[in-house]
Structure formats: C-alpha cells, structure tokens
C-alpha cells in the first residue's frame, strides 16, 4: 500500500511539474497585439493592430470538425514542411473563424514579413494581412468545444445587445493552450464591431 501511495504521489508530483513547465513556457510566446478600450463585467472591447497570420481554409464546419486538421496543416508548415524546410516560431492564440467554413489561423511573428516567409509544401496555406479592428472579446476556461463555444458565443450577443453595442456576424474563436496544457487553459470568443 505504502509503495502504490509513493508511486501515485510521485506520479502527481511529476504532471504538476510538467504542468509548471508548459506555463512558463507559454509566458514566451508571442501574442497577437491589442489594447483593451472598455472592458465590462462579462467581456472587453479591444483594438487589435494590422496583423500577418498563415491561414488554411477548411471545408468542414465547427471546433470539432476542423481543429485537428488545420492545426495539423498550419503546425506543419511552422515546424519545417516549407520549401526551405525552416522552423518559424509558434504564436498564440490560434484563430478559427466562426462561419459557414472555417478558416484557421496563425500569427506571424512580427519579426518576419510576407516576402520572406519560405513558401509551404501544402496547397491551400495563404498569408493573410488582417487589418486593424475592434473586437469584443468573452473568456471562458478548460477545454473547448462546440457546445461551449456555441455557448459562449451567445453570450457574448446576449450581453452586447443589453450594453447597445452593435456587431457584425463575423466571429472567431481563439484558443490559447497547447492541447497538453491541463491548468489556467484560456479561450476566448471573439465578434468584430461596427
């Protein structure tokens, strides 16, 4: 009995020092850039800059659906299935579009910029310029999925339309964390603004 408490506490001990380590990590990447202009008891309003991102149009619909699969495109163009087989630094959040396809996306590191970005082995990965824009932006926590996502999303309207502020129908879903990443997993929902 002794034994089994060791090796349950050690293995513990272990996922929560692994833990640790992904958090720390995670302080070193880079963000997508924004300033918060207002924020409110359940969401903010954010300003985020003109921004490079690699994208990958995907005919499926939904987290479900289509995370796996463009994260699995986009991830191996960033670490090296590109025409100089180069690494290029992971960034967060990852962005998913929230309409009729889903396009996923990931930022560029700032210090790069389209003409010098290796060319990737894959059809179907685009550069794409997304210009400066207001958000609203709700959080919730663990880990994503449709109907959570679905949830949140509503309440993001829900609370914009008590607060008067008007919105377009283009939403996003931004996911934070590693898939490995078990504590303080962040995502977010996201509408721009008129």
Same mark, same amino acid.
């Given at each position: 009995m002794k034994i089994i408490t060791i090796i349950i506490v050690t293995i513990l001990l272990l996922i929560v020092f692994v833990q640790?380590? +992904?958090?720390?990590?995670?302080?070193?990447?880079?963000?997508?850039?924004?300033?918060v202009k207002k924020k409110y008891d359940e969401f903010e309003i954010r300003s985020y800059e003109a921004t490079l991102f690699t994208s990958v149009k995907l005919s499926t619909k939904g987290y479900k659906n289509s995370s796996?699969?463009?994260?699995?495109?986009?991830? *191996?163009?960033?670490f090296g299935k590109n025409e100089r087989n180069e690494k290029i630094s992971m960034t967060s959040p990852v962005s998913m579009s929230l309409d009729d396809s889903t396009t996923m996306m990931f930022m560029v590191p700032k210090k790069l910029n389209k003409d010098i970005l290796p060319k990737p082995n894959q059809p179907g990965i685009e550069f794409k310029e997304e210009p400066a824009k207001t958000l609203?932006?709700?959080? +919730?926590? *663990?880990?994503?999925?449709?109907?959570?996502?679905?949830?949140?999303?509503?309440?993001?309207?829900?609370?914009?339309k008590k607060e008067g502020i008007e919105y377009s129908n283009?939403?996003?879903?931004?996911?934070?964390n590693a898939p490995y990443e078990i504590f303080n997993r962040k995502n977010e929902i996201l509408v721009e603004l008129f």
């Open positions: 640790g380590y +992904f958090i720390l990590l995670q302080r070193n990447i880079e963000t997508y850039p924004y300033k796996s699969k463009g994260f699995s495109i986009l991830a *191996g163009y960033i609203a932006a709700i959080k +919730f926590g *663990g880990w994503a999925n449709d109907a959570k996502i679905e949830n949140y999303k509503n309440k993001l309207k829900a609370v914009l283009k939403f996003y879903f931004f996911g934070y």
